[in-house]
């Protein structure tokens, strides 16, 4: 890769963050007189850890990382945007990422000014390394692959995803949304050997706390640097910390509802093959099904009448006439696939 100074905007390099009081005075003290606060409403009063070192202990912990490689933000998406904003010049530079895949790094490129080259998976949602690299030019500074991947569901080959990482000159973003479905598979062991790496991991999906807005992304400390210069200083707040802390503290919960997930997914599987509109139910690694079906519109429909809920992703490209379900709790699992054997007579 180029080094990190050759790829950071130059306004980042130069810029002097905001410091705050609870920057400038970490240490305990009985009398905080110094952020403009309110004594009263404890514990609300009070601004929150801006570098939130307890949960990133814990988090270090759970995850096998050192607490220096974390950055924490307000769900993975905060991460999403600071790579943007810290390495994209607008106008100038441009990024590049596989399609189908999820909608933000498009939408964050545009907020930001930033083209992306779009590559398409081939027709079994697998990756081409060479396609990838032959998209790069001089001006691309991120790489954006998921994996599993948002809509198709699938881990994309380690042995494509390794040719990237040793050929591209920027970063490259594994967004690893669905990791805790297959762990075995993730990319964080191999922080140390690329330092161009940037993993991408969240709580919204396995852990089960999309309410709470709590994302991850392990990187380089340099890069991690980078990401604590440009965000909001207390981007994390009281709330959503201690709750984290609360729910982390074991993992055997988490652990569990993959367990079900993955087991209730490989039951949809057996159902849904069993009906005949049914064309083709692509492999996935994660807690969702790219299902491809006859009037794939119409049955989203009809479902939606019944009170059921899935994503239609048949305008998306090499997902033509696909719905993608995610896996629910058994039981509404068996009214969706109840809704789906009534619709297929
Ligand atoms: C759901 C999802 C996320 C989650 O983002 P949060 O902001 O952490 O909720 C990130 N990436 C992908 C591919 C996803 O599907």
Request: with cysteine; charged share 25%; proline share 4%.
């Amino acid at each position: 890769m180029k080094n990190l100074d050759q790829l950071t905007r130059e306004n980042i390099k130069a810029l002097k963050p905001y410091s705050s009081a609870r920057n400038e005075f970490t240490g305990e003290a009985s009398i905080y007189l110094d952020a403009n606060e309110n004594p009263f409403n404890a514990p609300f009063n009070r601004y929150p850890d801006p570098m939130q070192v307890e949960l990133k202990q814990r988090i270090s912990e759970i995850k096998e990382i050192n607490a220096e490689h974390i950055f924490l933000g307000n769900g993975s998406d905060e991460a999403i945007d600071l790579l943007f904003r810290a390495f994209c010049e607008p106008k100038v530079d441009n990024v590049v990422s596989i399609s189908p895949s999820y909608g933000m790094y498009q939408v964050c490129a545009d907020i930001n000014d930033t083209a992306v080259r779009q590559v398409r998976l081939n027709d079994d949602f697998s990756l081409d390394a060479e396609q990838v690299l032959a998209a790069c030019d001089e001006n691309s500074k991120l790489i954006f692959l998921c994996s599993p991947n948002n809509p198709s569901g699938n881990l994309l080959d380690g042995e494509e995803i390794e040719k990237i990482l040793a050929r591209f000159q920027g970063i490259v973003v594994i967004d690893e949304a669905y990791i805790d479905f297959c762990p075995e598979a993730s990319w964080v062991a191999d922080l140390n050997s690329f330092p161009n790496l940037v993993i991408l991991q969240t709580f919204s999906k396995a852990w089960g706390m999309a309410g709470i807005r709590l994302g991850m992304a392990f990187a380089s400390t340099e890069i991690i640097s980078i990401f604590n210069k440009i965000k909001y200083p207390y981007n994390l707040n009281m709330l959503t910390q201690q709750l984290a802390l609360e729910l982390l503290s074991d993992t055997e919960n988490m652990l569990g509802w993959v367990e079900i997930l993955n087991s209730e997914k490989d039951k949809m599987i057996r159902e849904l093959k069993t009906l005949t509109k049914v064309e083709i139910i692509y492999p996935s690694d994660a807690n969702f099904l790219l299902v491809k079906m006859e009037k794939a519109r119409a049955t989203y429909e009809q479902l939606v009448e019944g009170g059921i809920i899935v994503r239609d992703r048949s305008k998306v490209e090499l997902c033509g006439d696909c719905l993608r379900i995610t896996i629910g709790s058994p039981e509404e699992n068996q009214k969706l696939i109840d809704s789906l054997i009534k619709l297929n007579k």
